[in-house]
């Protein structure tokens, strides 16, 4: 099954709005990543929150880290429509069997309005 | 550096031909891992290898696929005989230091098996 399961599958706002996607995953974790995927694009590694870690920032972004809940979220401030894409958070290590590796959710597709 | 390059960028084959997918990591980068997106089962990790051993291959679907890393700067990912299931994109991605921190991505190889 699914480790990381994002919040909601789609979202569309317009520009200049906040977006808040979610993550909840099910098991123990070294630390939780969120990526972004443009259309036709490899991933692109946004920001890393560790375990022993709350809340962290980078420019726009803004990521907690509940682990009593097992949730995560990922906060876009002022959206801008280059910000349409999807989003995956990601956790470590891989719950398929492996020490190392992550395991990716299906993501949030975002798409901010003009 | 010029990011993990992945070759080639589109292939379309028939049912039953042999695929190579290629993957160069990231100068000194240690962990490469491949995986594989469709839109049903999202990204899959396939198999990584550390240090250019396979560790763990537990993801890699059947005895259709295998993987190959003979140096540090090449890797390969190879389907043989390709069937229709397998059209998805094929990610390959490295990382440094440990298998569970961030990961670089390469474009992709968009895969469609006629």
């Known amino acids: 099954s699914q480790q990381g399961e994002e919040d909601p599958q789609a979202l569309s706002i317009q520009e200049g709005e906040n977006a808040t996607m979610n993550c909840s995953y099910k098991?123990?974790?070294?630390?939780l990543q969120w990526y972004r995927q443009n259309s036709g694009r490899g991933l692109v590694h946004l920001i890393l929150?560790?375990?022993?870690?709350r809340e962290k920032h980078s420019g726009r972004l803004r990521v907690t880290l509940d682990t009593s809940k097992k949730s995560s979220s990922l906060l876009i401030t002022a959206s801008r429509a280059a910000d349409t894409a999807s989003y995956f958070c990601?956790?470590?290590?891989?719950?398929?069997?492996?020490?190392?590796?992550?395991?990716f959710g299906k993501g949030t597709h975002l798409i901010i309005q003009p | 550096d010029a990011g993990v390059i992945q070759s080639p960028r589109h292939e379309v084959t028939e049912m039953g031909q042999e695929v190579t997918l290629r993957c160069k990591p990231i100068?000194?980068?240690?962990?490469l891992f491949w995986y594989r997106q469709t839109m049903m089962r999202g990204l899959e990790l396939l198999i990584y290898?550390?240090?250019?051993?396979?560790?763990?291959d537990s993801g890699m679907p059947e005895d259709r696929f295998s993987a190959k890393m003979p140096n540090a700067s090449f890797s390969t990912l190879k389907i043989q005989p390709s069937e229709p299931r397998d059209s998805a994109v094929y990610f390959c991605?490295?990382?440094?230091?440990?298998?569970?921190?961030?990961?670089?991505f390469g474009p992709g190889t968009r895969l469609t098996v006629l």
């Open positions: 991605a490295s990382s440094y230091g440990t298998g569970t921190d961030t990961q670089y």
């Open positions: 990601a956790t470590g290590p891989y719950s398929g069997g492996g020490a190392d590796g992550l395991t």
């Open positions: 100068s000194g980068h240690d962990y």
């Open positions: 929150i560790r375990s022993n870690e």
């Open positions: 098991t123990s974790i070294n630390n």
């Open positions: 290898f550390n240090n250019n051993v396979p560790i763990d």
